[in-house]
């Protein structure tokens, strides 16, 4: 059994501050990595990918990935209010050319305080 | 780009009923992936089809269904509703070419079972 491990929270920070977000995955074998947003009522939307160790940054966020210790994380820079919403950590475990199955951990739910 | 579209948005059903959901991927992409989203068990990948035939499949029971049409085009089906079935059912595409892309998700069916 694939399984994705995330803090369900919630993870409480203050306007300016960084937030920080992991998840740790099972399946030694997964080969990409994304990390989605969802408010309440809607659906996941795209925060980051990642397939390689290091980090990856895109405006205020940064992705950490760390295949050895099968651990992911997301840095949210600068927290605004309107971050607020649950993270979903979700793996790939199928390698190239196998598609699409992704396994989602539970989502952690981040609070950004004014 | 349009993005990805569902039909209908909101369904009420009683067990015992089935149920079809409708799923328009972005335009060009050949990969549709269905989930379910409750909240006790989280995101579900349900199954996954590329050029209309099942490439991958999640831990559900027969009664869960689906299919793809030439144009890309996915729907879900559901027979014999149980109340356990309720749930939001997201459907995502991608371009599908390698099966490590990533997913892109339409805004959901929300099934209630009576």
């Known amino acids: 059994q694939k399984e994705v491990e995330q803090n369900s929270g919630p993870l409480s920070v203050p306007e300016g501050a960084i937030a920080s977000l992991n998840c740790t995955y099972s399946?030694?074998?997964?080969?990409?990595f994304f990390w989605y947003r969802q408010y309440s009522g809607k659906s996941p939307e795209l925060i980051m990918s990642?397939?390689?160790?290091g980090d990856k940054e895109d405006g205020r966020f940064t992705a950490q990935l760390n295949k050895a210790s099968q651990y992911v994380s997301l840095l949210i820079r600068d927290s605004q209010p309107s971050d607020s919403a649950t993270y979903l950590c979700?793996?790939?475990?199928?390698?190239?050319?196998?598609?699409?199955?992704?396994?989602f951990g539970g989502g952690t739910r981040l609070m950004v305080k004014p | 780009k349009a993005g990805v579209t569902q039909t209908p948005r909101y369904l009420i059903k009683t067990r015992g009923q089935q149920v079809t959901l409708s799923c328009s991927p972005i335009?060009?992409?050949?990969?549709v992936s269905w989930y379910q989203q409750t909240p006790g068990q989280g995101l579900q990948f349900l199954f996954e089809?590329?050029?209309?035939?099942?490439?991958n499949k999640g831990n559900f029971p027969g009664r869960f269904s689906g299919r793809q049409f030439s144009n890309s085009r996915s729907e879900m089906n559901v027979s014999t509703l149980e109340l356990g079935d309720s749930a939001l059912y997201l459907c995502?595409?991608?371009?599908?070419?390698?099966?490590?892309?990533?997913?892109?998700f339409g805004p959901g069916t929300r099934l209630l079972v009576l």
């Open positions: 335009s060009g992409h050949r990969s």
């Open positions: 990642i397939y390689s160790n």
């Open positions: 399946d030694r074998g997964s080969q990409s």
């Open positions: 089809y590329f050029s209309e035939t099942q490439r």
């Open positions: 995502a595409s991608s371009p599908g070419g390698s099966g490590q892309e990533t997913q892109y």
């Open positions: 979700a793996v790939n475990g199928h390698a190239a050319g196998a598609g699409n199955m992704l396994t």
